[in-house]
C-alpha cells in the first residue's frame, strides 16, 4: 500500500540530546513536509522540500535540521537547541504539479522530554 | 501566526443532526483545505476548494469559499458517531510548488447517539 511512514510513534529525548525522527513515503512525491501540533493547536510548519537535495525553513525552524537525500525520505533533527520539543510530529507529502494539491500525512511521532 | 480560525471550538451534536464549521483566514489564498484528524493520528483530507470555487460538494459534506469575506464554512450533512474528530482548515499560502499550508486551531466534533 502506498502511504507515508513515520517511526517511531513514541520518542524520549533526554537534556541535550539530539533525536532524529524519520519520515519514508512511497507515494513518489516530490515534495515532503514537517509539521509540529501542540495540544489544542493547529499545526505549524518546520521545514519542506520540493525537491531532492533541497529544503526550506518553515514558520518554526530554529532548533530543527532536515535533509533531503533521497526522494523517499525526509528525516528531521530535533536538536538541544529546541529548548521546547515536546510536541506531536508529523511529515506530509504531495505531488508537485501546475497547481498546488492536498497533502497526506503520516501518523505522527510523539516527542516527550524526560 | 495562524491564518485560519475556526469556529466554533467544540461542537457536540446527534446523529443524523447537520454540523457546520466556520473558518475565517487573514490574507489571499490560492486554495483552502479542511482537513480531519482523530485522537493522536494524523491528518486524512477531506476537501480542497480554489480561490476561483464559490462550493464544493463530495459525499456528505459541502464546503462554501467567499473570499470576499475570507471565509469558508464545512457542512457535513447526516452525522455519524464515526464524525467524532477535529476538523481544521488550512489555507494554502505557498507561492512556489510545495503546498504551504497555513492550519486554524480546528473544531472538536463529537457525535453522539
Known amino acids: 500500500d502506498g502511504g507515508i511512514t513515520q517511526s517511531p510513534k513514541y520518542l524520549f529525548r533526554k537534556e541535550g540530546q539530539n533525536v532524529t525522527l524519520s519520515c519514508e513515503q512511497n507515494?513518489?512525491?516530490?515534495?515532503m513536509y514537517w509539521y509540529r501540533q501542540d495540544p489544542g493547536q493547529g499545526l505549524r510548519l518546520i521545514y519542506y522540500s520540493q525537491i531532492v537535495n533541497d529544503f526550506q525553513k518553515g514558520d518554526i525552524a530554529e532548533g530543527y535540521s532536515v535533509s533531503r537525500e533521497k526522494k523517499e525520505s525526509f528525516p528531521l533533527t530535533v536538536t538541544s537547541a529546541q529548548k521546547n520539543p515536546t510536541a506531536f510530529y508529523l511529515c506530509?507529502?504531495?505531488?508537485?504539479?501546475?497547481?498546488?494539491?492536498?497533502?497526506?500525512f503520516g501518523s505522527g511521532t510523539q516527542l516527550s522530554v524526560l | 501566526s495562524q491564518q485560519g480560525e475556526e469556529d466554533p471550538q467544540a461542537l457536540s451534536i446527534q446523529e443524523g443532526e447537520n454540523a457546520t464549521m466556520n473558518c475565517s483566514y487573514k490574507t489571499s489564498i490560492n486554495n483552502l483545505q479542511w482537513y480531519r484528524q482523530n485522537s493522536g493520528r494524523g491528518l486524512v483530507h477531506l476537501i480542497l476548494?480554489?480561490?476561483?470555487?464559490r462550493e464544493k460538494h463530495s459525499g456528505r459534506l459541502r464546503v462554501t469559499l467567499d473570499t470576499s469575506k475570507k471565509s469558508s464554512s464545512l457542512l457535513i450533512t447526516a452525522s455519524r458517531a464515526a464524525d467524532t474528530a477535529s476538523y481544521f482548515c488550512?489555507?494554502?499560502?505557498?507561492?512556489?510548488?510545495?503546498?504551504?499550508?497555513?492550519f486554524g486551531t480546528g473544531t472538536r466534533l463529537q457525535v453522539t447517539l
Open positions: 488550512a489555507t494554502d499560502r505557498g507561492t512556489g510548488t510545495a503546498s504551504k499550508l497555513t
Open positions: 506530509a507529502s504531495s505531488i508537485v504539479r501546475g497547481e498546488r494539491e492536498k497533502l497526506f
Open positions: 476548494i480554489r480561490s476561483n470555487e
Open positions: 507515494l513518489n512525491h516530490d515534495a
